[in-house]
Structures are given as structure tokens and as C-alpha cells.
């Protein structure tokens, strides 16, 4: 991990691990002992998509982590004695946070992966409640702190709608 990463608040971490311990269990139970996964087109376009989603996560992610090694990759903002930087990448073009898109198309993948059974819709739906105003923030926020951010990123997460 980069020295230049923010520390975590213990309490938020605790409650990470524990919610995702419950959510796996709740996904492991249903789909275990309620409902198994089909062998059917469905299923495997479904871990199409979610494979697709996992892809555009990292990829992103990956692209994030390397714009502070990079000294001279844009202008940066330095209040608060932290350097922020734009970034660029042909899934950035668009949106600001791809990386929440990737993301919530991998969950949804695994909600069709799995029949759409009540778990991973829950799933589904928490996350996008979570991260589609978390990148009309982060939207926002690069707008505001720079001046140049390119003006065809129109949206923070989801194309044409938010």
C-alpha cells in the first residue's frame, strides 16, 4: 500500500469486515441450500457480465492508484497539502467514476448469474444506492477543483442518466 494512502477509522473497517461477512454468508446460504445456480444461458451471461464489471473495476482502480506516482501526469490541486490529479483513460472519457460503473455492472452480473434471487438483488441495489451518489459527489468535487476537467465527462457513473 502507498504511503500516501488515507488511514481507515477502525470502526469503519470492523463494520466493513462484518458486513461483508454477513453478506456472504446470506449469498453462500441462499444459493447452497434455497436455490442452486442453473446451468443455463442466463447463468453464464450473467458471469459474463460479471467478469466484464470485475475487469472495468480494476482496470480503473489500477488506473487511480497510478496517478500520484506519476509526477507529471496533470495539473494538481494541492490543498490540504494533498496532490489530486485528473484522470485519463479511454473509461474515464465519459464518466468520472468507472470504476463504480465496473462495479455495479459486476453485481448486477451476479444477480443474473444467480436467477436474480432475493440476495444479490439486495446486493445489487445496496451497491448502487451506495456508490451512484458517491460519484455524483466525486463528480462534482473534481468540477469544482478543476478548472480544465474535461467538459465530455458529463456524468459521474452511468451514462446518459447519472
Known amino acids: 500500500m502507498s504511503t500516501n494512502s488515507q488511514h481507515v477509522p477502525l470502526v469503519v473497517m470492523i463494520s466493513a469486515i462484518i458486513f461483508t461477512a454477513f453478506n456472504g454468508y446470506v449469498q453462500c446460504f441462499y444459493l447452497g441450500h434455497i436455490d442452486k445456480l442453473q446451468n443455463n444461458i442466463q447463468t453464464l451471461l450473467g ?9 472495468i473495476n480494476i482496470h480503473c482502480d489500477g488506473v487511480l492508484r497510478e496517478l500520484r506516482s506519476q509526477n507529471d501526469y496533470d495539473k494538481a490541486d494541492t490543498s490540504s ?6 484522470p485519463r483513460d479511454l473509461l474515464f472519457t465519459y464518466i468520472s ?3 463504480f460503473t465496473g462495479e455495479i455492472v459486476e453485481w448486477f452480473g451476479y444477480a443474473m448469474a444467480s436467477s436474480f434471487s432475493l440476495p444479490s438483488v439486495a446486493f445489487f441495489c445496496y451497491t448502487a444506492s451506495n456508490l451512484i451518489p458517491r460519484g455524483i459527489s466525486h463528480h462534482e468535487w473534481y468540477r469544482s477543483k478543476f478548472d480544465d476537467y474535461p467538459i465530455e465527462r458529463k ?4 451514462p446518459f442518466i447519472a
Do not use: K, Q, T
Not at 458471469?47 to 475487469?55: A, E, K, L, W
Not at 497539502?81 to 485528473?86: A, D, E, P, V
Open 155 to 158: 456524468w459521474a457513473v452511468i
Open 47 to 55: 458471469m459474463f457480465i460479471f467478469f466484464v464489471g470485475m475487469g
Open 97 to 99: 467514476c468507472p470504476n
Open 81 to 86: 497539502n494533498r496532490r489530486y490529479y485528473i
